[in-house]
């Protein structure tokens, strides 16, 4: 079975107080995760060293970072390398977010490079992909979302390309409580394996784990996750509360 992931993305939210203590409240319900599923906390920069303590005793629980930078080190003031995140024992790291993407312009070429240097530092990157409103309105979401993979992804191997998760993350649906249905998200993802199988060939595009993210809850978790083509969660919101995450990691299948 391909791996199934519930990754929280707290985004820029929480003091250090309170990100221990949601990380706290987590752990001590000790969910033991099967070894096809992971839960993936990506924190703030300043965290990723605690949130590693306090998972690292517990089995497929990681941490991941929200952004790399595009270069490998150097005179580039207030960025954080991939080298960096996995020195402190992070695994993760989320590339291409929508909200990268939209507030710092950041271009599929970019997004490229930094694949290769997270890649190149054993960090497994989460490729965050999804179209807009308008797009969808358009009816051509599947072709644009295609077009954000080959752009970013398809320079990649296939021994490469096996070492990423994808996240879709329709931008309509962050932050806005308005998720995809599950059958919308379903056939996305099938659509983008399609995509995935054409140039990598079948058995490859079936053991790439693709993430639905857009305002995935508790209450809409199993649903969504039951679908065949979906493989867990990138969860903005529902991953600041405990119960609410909680709900969304056993609803992994
Ligand atoms: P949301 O965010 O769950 O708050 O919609 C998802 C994301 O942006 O990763």
Redesign the pocket.
């Known amino acids: 079975m391909r791996q199934q992931i519930a990754?929280a993305?707290w985004?820029m939210n929480l003091d250090y107080k309170e990100a221990k203590a949601l990380l706290d409240g987590i752990m001590s319900q000790q969910i033991l995760l099967e070894p096809h599923r992971k839960v993936v906390f990506?924190v703030p920069a300043p965290y990723l060293r605690m949130a590693r303590r306090k998972t690292k005793e517990h089995l497929n629980y990681e941490v991941s970072a929200q952004n790399c930078y595009s270069k490998k080190a150097g005179a580039y003031t207030g960025e954080i390398s991939a080298d960096m995140i996995r020195s402190v024992g992070s695994r993760y790291v989320?590339i291409g977010?929508?909200?990268r993407r939209e507030y710092f312009k950041e271009s599929d070429e970019t997004l490229a490079e930094k694949l290769d240097l997270a890649l190149e530092a054993k960090l497994t990157p989460i490729f965050?992909c999804g179209e807009s409103l308008a797009i969808r309105e358009s009816g051509k979401q599947d072709e644009f979302v295609a077009g954000q993979l080959a752009n970013s992804l398809f320079h990649l191997n296939a021994e490469a390309i096996l070492k990423i998760v994808i996240?879709y993350?329709p931008i309509w649906?962050?932050?806005?409580?308005k998720?995809a249905s599950a059958q919308q998200a379903q056939d996305m993802h099938a659509s983008l394996r399609r995509v995935l199988a054409k140039k990598y060939g079948q058995p490859v595009a079936d053991m790439i784990p693709i993430l639905y993210?857009?305002?995935?809850?508790g209450n809409n978790a199993s649903e969504l996750f039951a679908q065949p083509d979906v493989d867990g969660?990138?969860?903005?919101?529902?991953?600041l509360n405990e119960e609410e995450f909680v709900a969304i990691i056993r609803a992994l299948k």
């Open positions: 990754a993305n985004k990506a989320i977010h929508s909200e965050c996240a993350e649906a962050i932050g806005t409580g998720t993210g857009g305002s995935v809850k969660g990138l969860v903005g919101g529902a991953s």
